[in-house]
């Protein structure tokens, strides 16, 4: 079946070791998002992708960076984890930008935790 | 952006039909309205969405009021599987979740 893949499904790092999440998908979509989701708390939408073209949220802290090789991956850097970085990642897709009536397909997350 | 204001929880018996209401009262007239929901240690999961009719799938069904300023999740029979966060995003160009609705389901 056709998904999104994150790997791994959990990642523990050091307080100001550099971390990269992976994100997969069989899709085709020209869009790919990553989202922060704290516990508790709705998932935060912290940038994306329309092709090749990087849209950061006004709010997203510097320390997130991105990057998409080709169509089927896409990364989350994190430059220097600190404790309040802990959470889970979500990486999704949609078909084409603006969402409109287009649904986003998630992968299940990759939960990250800083020591 | 649009924002939605939902019920903090929500309970259900098994089998029981479930409305989920959603406000939506700034909503523009381009703005689709989503439903996703969340079950534990999972991403959320498209439900269903709409722009001004009701509207029907496999999962569940959504009742759009006339003005488009609020609806309706419906669940026309609630099963344990159905225990997640659901999440109602008025919205055209991108999702932005708000608090969303936790629904517990009991046997």
């Known amino acids: 079946d056709a998904m999104v893949i994150q790997n791994p499904r959990y990642q523990v790092t050091q307080f100001g070791k550099p971390v990269t999440l992976s994100c997969s998908q069989t899709?085709?979509?020209?869009?790919m998002y990553w989202y922060q989701q704290k516990s508790s708390q709705a998932p935060k939408l912290l940038f994306h992708?329309?092709?090749?073209?990087?849209?950061n949220e006004a709010d997203t802290p510097d320390n997130f960076q991105s990057r998409r090789p080709n169509t089927s991956f896409c990364f989350l850097d994190i430059r220097s984890p600190g404790l309040g970085d802990a959470a889970m990642y979500l990486c999704?897709?949609?078909?084409?930008?603006?969402?409109?009536?287009?649904?986003?397909?998630f992968g299940d997350g990759t939960r990250l935790s800083i020591l | 952006d649009a924002k939605t204001t939902q019920p903090n929880s929500m309970e259900s018996n098994e089998e029981e039909p479930v409305h989920l209401p959603c406000n939506h009262s700034?909503?523009?007239?381009?703005?689709?309205i989503h439903w996703y929901r969340q079950l534990p240690s999972q991403g959320p999961e498209y439900v269903i969405h709409?722009?001004?009719s009701n509207v029907n799938n496999r999962m569940a069904s959504l009742a759009i009021a006339e003005d488009r300023k609020s609806s309706t999740l419906i669940l026309h029979r609630a099963t344990l599987r159905d225990a997640a966060v659901y999440y109602c995003?008025?919205?055209?160009?991108?999702?932005?979740f708000g608090t969303g609705t936790r629904l517990q389901v009991f046997p």
């Open positions: 995003i008025s919205q055209t160009d991108k999702l932005i």
């Open positions: 999704a897709t949609s078909s084409h930008w603006p969402l409109g009536n287009q649904p986003q397909h």
């Open positions: 992708y329309y092709d090749k073209d990087f849209n």
């Open positions: 899709l085709n979509h020209n869009v």
């Open positions: 700034t909503i523009s007239g381009t703005d689709y």
């Open positions: 709409g722009l001004t």
